[in-house]
């Protein structure tokens, strides 16, 4: 790694280039054009998933390393979510989630379930390591808070307890090969004030949501804390902060997920475009926060399923 | 640009190749080593004509820098049939199921199907979805192209 950072700095125009599949797309789409490739695909420095303490992932780890990893599918689920999403599987083999991020598309798949997992990202200049909060490092489209030269090195995660659950939601119009219209990733801490059996049970059943609700509302779940991350409804990945810490301290109900998906919806920003309208995005921000929600006390509650319910409402 | 000297294995026959490092893989393969069964469908990594095998893992040739080639283990259309000219497994089922009109995103569906069954014996209808879907295909509609690998994998 070191190598790559001193090379960048002798020569004049050069690009990183990892999997290559936003570097090389953008050389053909003459929106680049180094003069030079510093390739990090061999750079073992930068392949690691370390997981003493949390959770470490290095820079140039493929979206199809991250997407077999059982600990990370069971303990960091939105990021199991994700990775197995982006692209399609030809992409998913070379493409390196570094790469997903300091791209920096505001639909970027990884970025969101990172941000809710309290990610933060290493460093590595010439002037040695530094480590910033994820949310700090996203400046607008393919904008990143990197000095010329800087490499990714690698992303730290904090360890989270069998009482926390996550989830991404990636919003498309086709199942694979497409950019997400909207995407959200939640996570959400929870402790259970009653049965842990009972919600089990509630969960277990084909009901109506609100009925299932109104079942995990008896059983008084108190939300310890919560994070709710949206991608394509803004310039960049954001947090709906404000939506977080309206769950901080409530019991889980139908009411209180209503007004959650409301004050996200309040806090997105989507745009038109080609893949859907403002107003349809704004919609389903308040549809999907929900489902991302629920989905993460899902795997909670029941963290042996593979499969869950896709809770329509 | 300079030539550059890379050595790499190509359907398990150990090549020396002068290159450019500017080119990718595809354009290695289509334009210098004449191997033209690997098609370039888009050249942006997103239908998948471009399939090859590296290291046991489909990629999109047409986003592979040529000098990543150096060391690796590539597979491509050409080497998937027997030496005596035996249709592989897949190649055959993809016949016999009606699931080659024009063609052309054939070779790209081999490989793809073949990076998955080298490393599942019995996939499931997921799985072979998944492991297809970087690979468009404007004829058939897709469900041969599955049925025909649901009776490859049941062959092996």
Redesign the interface.
Known sequence: MQEAVELMGTLGNAKY?AG??DV??LF?QKKIAPEN?I?L?NINDLVYIDKKDGLKIGSAVTH?AIAKDEFIKRSYSALNDAATRV?????R??ATMGGNICNAAPSADTACPLLVLDANIVIAGVKGEREVALDDFFLGPNKVALEKGEIVKGFHMPQFGDNTGSAYIKHTRR???DLPMIGVAARITIKIGKSKVRCHDALCTIDNISNVLARLQDEELEIEDARIAMGVVAPRPIRAKQAEAALKGKVVSEKLFREIGEIAMSESQPRDSIRGEAWYRKEMVKVLVRRALMRSIDRIIRPDDTIYPERLW | MMKKEITFTLNNEVMEVEVDPGWTLLYLLREVLEMTGTKEGCGYGECGACTVIIDGQAVNSCLYPVMEAEGRKVTTIEGVMSKNGELDPIQEALVKNGAVQCGFCTPGMVMSAKALLDEKERPSEDDIKESIEGNLCRCTGYVNIIDAIKSAAGGR
Request: aromatic fraction near 0%; charged fraction near 10%.
């Open positions: 280039i290559g599949t090389m797309v053909r490739l390739s695909r199809t692209g399609s599987l030809q992409i083999n070379v199942q694979a090969m």
